[in-house]
């Protein structure tokens, strides 16, 4: 009978000795390339090069040294076909049976800052068609893409020699697995469309969740391959582990204070909705304007801020029940203060907003758009009455927070402060009186209003008129435009058109 050979040529050396040991005293035989060789050689295995194999000397720089009939006629030769059999026998081709293969490192260098023909010499080409080979034949080889296997693959043949079908099945789902991501991540990288004909998703898992939005739905948290942003990587620095619910709030609540970046922001999140937006000029401050804003909404929420957190911070933060605080830093006085509670999850951010698309799963379809990163440049007073500029400055702010509020969208501002935010709702005018009198209830003094998208009716400003709002922003589009400037006109309230409506959905 003839001995049994694995092919193994691997950029992850973890693990590997120990399971090639195993493999060569159960009479199998190593063959290896380049690096790998030389790892396995050293330890006093006794592999095989790549070129004995085939009789074809490596070339190209290494680019060139499994693509032959040798290796890849090893590997897809069906052993219950005659005439594949004989084939491999005239040709005096070995059969493979094992394959173990990881691939160059492309994805830890799709956004390395490196030029473009560096990032292309990581494209692996011999390592993915070795693992397609072996895969596709299954049911005689056994492919080996993660150092997490060994264990399984030796546990099953010390067990009974071999591997199991169902194994080997399951294994060759990741090879597959494996390759369309990889491959997802290089034609990112060299079509650069935004929208390609086929669309591809290049994700790697980092853990397990708990479960979902709610208990009784599983969960996964996965990362880009292809993109640095501000979820992908963080340090926890103290808490629980997170959940499907803390991640997606987490997303929304850096995204609000990323949008103030020559500003001290605070954002407080609650259902994936902002229940608080401030700014201000020391961090004690900021956080405490923006616990103001919801007093009752932010308990069990968490808080975002773009600033380094300090010890009288932390001090404030620990007087209300968080989930989750989060920052670009903290100091050490600081973090000692949060940390005397064990469940609050301490999370360091460590990159900016980078998402530059928006994905929206629809049964049997995927949505695709480019996200909502933009303001109007072309903001016009259309009112006879003029906004002073503390009003200007004050719907500019409420305009940055409503975009991060579901439609209907309504956010009432005194100008460093979310007081009122009307979210969600079927009609404008519920979410209006909503927000303004929430604003009221905490606030006496001058309030304006945001929009994110147009009055279609006069309405809005006969209400904003009636509870006191000074001054409103809005993007109009809308064919009654004209009876809400006229309205507001008739109540001599500045009113602003950006062009520029920000649904949220």
């Keep these: 009978m003839a001995k049994k050979r694995a092919l193994i040529s691997v950029s992850d050396k973890s693990g590997l000795l120990d399971f090639a040991k195993f493999l060569e005293a159960n009479g199998y035989e190593l063959i290896s390339t380049g690096g790998t060789f030389k790892h396995l050689n050293e330890a006093g295995l006794n592999p095989v090069q790549i070129n004995e194999v085939t009789n074809f000397p490596e070339m190209l720089d290494g680019r060139v040294k499994t693509l032959h009939p040798k290796v890849h006629g090893g590997l897809l030769a069906v052993r219950s076909n005659e005439e594949h059999m004989k084939t491999v026998q005239d040709h005096e081709i070995g059969l493979i049976d094992m394959v173990i293969v990881n691939l160059y490192p492309f994805f830890a260098h799709a956004n390395a800052d490196i030029s473009l023909d ?27 893409t993660n150092v997490e296997d060994y264990t399984l693959v030796q546990k099953e043949m010390e067990e009974s020699g071999n591997t199991t079908l169902e194994t080997r099945k399951k294994l060759a789902g990741k090879v597959f697995n494996l390759t369309s991501a990889y491959d997802a991540a290089i034609s990112k990288m060299l079509l650069e469309e ?25 969960a996964a948290y996965y990362v880009s391959t292809t993109e640095n942003g501000a979820m992908k990587d963080f340090d926890i620095l103290g808490g629980k582990e997170l959940s499907f619910n803390n991640l997606r709030d987490m997303d929304l609540c850096w995204k609000v204070v ?19 937006v401030a700014i201000g000029t020391t961090a004690v401050e900021t956080y405490k304007k923006t616990f103001e804003c919801d007093p009752v909404s932010i308990f069990g929420g968490i808080i975002g801020m773009n600033f380094k957190v300090d010890a009288a911070t932390a001090e404030e933060l620990n007087q209300t029940f968080l989930e989750i605080v989060m920052a670009p830093d903290f100091d ?68 940055r927070v ?29 979410a209006t009186q909503h927000a303004v009198e929430r604003a009221k209830e905490k606030f006496s003094g001058d309030l304006v209003l945001a929009s994110d998208a147009f ?10 008129a009636k509870e006191g709002i000074k001054a409103i922003i809005q993007p109009g589009g809308s064919m009654r435009d004209e ?10 309230i500045p009113m602003l058109l950006t062009g520029m409506r920000h649904f949220l959905h």
Aim: charged share 25%; glycine share 6%.
């Design 118 to 144: 560096e990032k292309v010499e990581f494209i692996d080409i011999g390592g993915p068609s070795m693992l397609r080979s072996g895969a596709k034949n299954y049911q005689s080889v056994t492919v080996i």
């Design 258 to 276: 990323n949008e103030f970046k020559d500003e001290m922001a605070c954002c407080a999140v609650k259902h994936s909705t902002p229940c608080g």
């Design 332 to 399: 050490e006085e600081a973090l000692e203060i949060l940390r005397k509670k064990k469940n609050l999850r301490i999370i360091k951010i460590k990159n900016p907003v980078s998402d530059a698309q928006t994905w929206v799963k629809i049964d049997g379809g995927m949505l695709v758009q480019d996200n909502d990163n933009q303001f109007s440049e072309d903001i016009k007073t259309v009112t006879q009455t003029k906004p002073t500029e503390a009003q200007q400055k004050a719907l500019l702010f409420a305009q």
């Design 402 to 430: 409503v975009k991060y509020v579901k439609s209907n969208a309504i956010v009432v501002s005194n100008g460093v402060q979310a007081l009122g935010i009307g979210g969600g709702q079927v009609n404008r005018i519920w």
């Design 483 to 492: 009876d809400s400037i006229k309205a507001a006109d008739e109540y001599e």
């Design 455 to 464: 009055f279609p009716f006069r309405d809005v400003v006969d209400f904003c």
């Design 194 to 218: 935004e929208y390609p004909q086929y669309l591809n998703a290049s994700y790697q898992k980092v853990s397990d969740l708990r479960y979902g939005e709610n208990p009784h739905q599983t």
